[in-house]
């Protein structure tokens, strides 16, 4: 059986129509989408906007040590799936997408699809029949793809914005996000933008692997929104990275992390709650007091948690140390 056999055979015929004599999905999934690789890390990612609920569910697929697709426009979601199963046997992006196209050839004139796999290798395909403006375009590591669009002036703005920009891969594909909107973005309008982004290489735990998988499914201001969810993870993040440096004794680390995480999240009061946990914990209880005063003079209901500690492991099982910091800010309240 050839590759393109095989493929064909697993396609569904469900959720599709007759349109003048020929066979297409229901579902238009029409949008904008980045698919990149970081050179110097080798993460992988993909983001997407569109006035389509919840359209990071069909349209971003990853997998770490594989590769990332972006499927939309009339969207067949099994090329997300079966382009990572073929990634994954050592296809290239541009085999991978040969492939696809071929087992779908009634219908893959309504496609779009743009992907990278482990190697940085790309591949992107607008058919005849995406709506205009529709188009893509790729560079090192990194396809674009739009359409729909209010002009064609966005997928050449996402490249422009990807090349020229600095920091870590989830925020320079926010970025490209970003640029498409400023071209006018979906011509119909805002409502839903997903980002996923996973390790370059697999360590064998897929719920390791994956740095990134935040959705936004119905939203007035879907990138704006998602950004502020990127920056809640990244603070999650670092608060992760100081709770393992503590547990290793490096109090000093852990501290680093948790003012970043504290950068990045300043009006939740999670962090600098746990960061004066960790502290009392090991000892420097005054230097847990100033976090403790922050967090119970802005929501006092924490106090009732940190008698409950001691049971879980979190705090040294000391009356008197759970008393010391129950009581902290309470002169002030009176």
């Not at 393109?4 to 396609?11: K, P, S």
């Not at 008698?307 to 800010?329: K, M, Q, S, T």
Request: hydrophobic share 40%.
């Amino acid at each position: 059986m050839t590759i393109h056999t095989a493929v064909a055979g697993r396609y569904e015929m469900k959720n599709k129509q007759i349109f003048k004599g020929g066979i297409i999905p229901k579902r238009p999934v029409s949008t904008y989408s980045i698919v990149a690789r970081d050179p110097s890390t080798g993460i992988l990612g993909v983001a997407v906007q569109s006035h389509w609920f919840s359209v990071g569910s069909c349209v971003l697929w990853a997998e770490a040590g594989v590769g990332a697709v972006a499927t939309q426009s009339f969207v067949e979601m099994s090329y997300g799936p079966l382009g990572l199963a073929l990634m994954k046997s050592g296809k290239s992006a541009t085999v991978t997408l040969n492939a696809l196209l071929a087992a779908d050839s009634k219908n893959h004139h309504s496609r779009q699809v743009g992907m990278v796999d482990a190697q940085g290798r790309t591949a992107a395909f607008t058919g005849n029949r995406c709506v205009a403006a529709a188009g893509h375009d790729t560079g090192e590591g990194f396809t674009v793809q739009a359409n729909m669009m209010a002009k064609d002036t966005v997928w050449p703005a996402m490249k422009r914005s990807f090349e020229e920009s600095a920091g870590d891969l989830p925020e320079r594909l926010m970025g490209a996000l970003a640029a498409a909107e400023s071209e006018g973005g979906d011509i119909r309008g805002k409502q839903s933008a997903a980002i996923l982004v996973v390790n370059g290489e697999s360590s064998g735990r897929p719920w390791a692997d994956r740095i990134v998988d935040l959705r936004v499914e119905d939203h007035p201001d879907p990138i704006g929104e998602l950004a502020r969810l990127l920056k809640l993870s990244q603070s999650y993040d670092y608060m992760a990275k100081g709770d393992e440096l503590a547990t290793t004794g490096d109090l000093k680390g852990a501290g680093v992390a948790y003012e970043q995480a504290a950068t990045r999240n300043p009006e939740q009061m999670e962090c600098p709650f746990w960061h004066g946990i960790m502290l009392a914990a090991s000892g420097k209880t005054e230097d847990a007091i100033p976090f403790f005063r922050r967090v119970f003079a802005t929501e006092p209901h924490w106090r009732d948690l940190v008698p409950r500690l001691p049971a879980a492991g979190l705090l040294p099982n000391d009356l008197n140390l759970v008393e010391r910091i129950v009581g902290v800010g309470k002169d002030e309240c009176r």
